[in-house]
């Protein structure tokens, strides 16, 4: 006989990015289709990622909340909302307010942005404190130079080791930093309110696969999240940019949501078990 389970009630959205290079537009489109609960909102060159109402028609026009907004941190990014870092960040949190969203993913500072880098741990719980928005700090990872390790992220990459209150675990960036995304989860605790449910194989490479078809322990987290009653958002980000069609892109996202569905479950008998996990609550 099959062993009972109940289903996490935790949200499976899509972020924009997983449609590139296809528009934000048709991302609302296809998250739409396919069954997703939400979006998350990549703030790209696109205009339409940077324009909250442009957002607020896509979501009510397709019944989609946008559950968050990645800042435009990235290095092709850094002209978007212009140069300065922290008016960047402001920006982003004014989109994210505007269009009813809770979380703003943001990257670590890179090595050349010291003066950002020297405030970065006080200056998000400065800016959490004023918009009431949680700032989600994504883990990184080293970059590597055959078998160099260059410093690419200050204060780091890896943010357990700072006092972030909110966290956002991307299982891409676990793979290409060799580490342990399940002891990573452990010791970020309730600090963990984001994941970026991807996949990779260990490389030099951010690979962003579809769930599963990497090294990571993706179903684990899903059961370990969903046994827990952890509350966060969980975000498919995979990379479909080299699919050969629009069908193959979306048979990817169509995969990657029924994995996330499947493992996100917990055994039926364990339903009164462990102190519930929930996000946003600090240590």
């Known amino acids: 006989m099959s062993e009972a389970v109940r289903v996490s009630r935790v949200r499976v959205s899509m972020s924009t990015a997983s449609a590139y290079p296809e528009s934000c537009a048709r991302a609302f489109e296809v998250a739409s289709r396919l069954g997703y609960d939400g979006i998350e909102v990549m703030v790209w060159t696109d205009p339409v990622s940077q324009d909250p109402s442009a957002l607020r028609r896509l979501s009510d026009h397709y019944r989609l909340p946008v559950v968050s907004i990645h800042a435009p941190t990235l290095l092709i990014t850094q002209r978007v909302f212009g140069s300065d870092p922290w008016p960047k960040l402001e920006r982003t949190c004014e989109v994210a307010a505007a269009v009813g969203a809770g979380t703003v993913v943001v ?15 006080s200056g998000i719980r400065d800016l959490e404190d004023r918009t009431g928005l949680r700032l989600a700090v994504e883990n990184m990872f080293p970059w590597r130079a055959g078998s160099r390790e260059i410093l690419a992220y200050l204060p780091g990459w890896d943010p357990t080791a700072f006092d972030y209150r909110n ?3 991307d299982l891409s960036h676990t793979a290409t930093a060799g580490c342990d995304a399940l002891a990573m989860a452990d010791r970020l605790g309730r600090r963990l309110v984001h994941v970026h449910l991807t996949d990779g194989r260990g490389s030099n490479k951010d690979e962003h696969l579809v769930p599963g078809r990497g090294t990571q322990p993706c179903a684990e987290l899903l059961e370990r999240l969903a046994d827990s009653g952890w509350s966060g958002e969980v975000i498919v980000e995979i990379s479909t940019r080299r699919a050969g069609s629009s069908a193959e892109r979306e048979d990817d996202l169509a995969q990657s949501l029924a994995f996330a569905r499947l493992n996100l479950v917990a055994p039926a008998d364990r339903a009164g078990g462990p102190e519930p996990y929930v996000a946003g609550q600090g240590e």
């Open 107 to 121: 990257h670590p500072p890179f090595r050349w942005q010291r003066e950002y880098a020297r405030d970065f741990v």
């Open 167 to 169: 966290v956002t675990m």
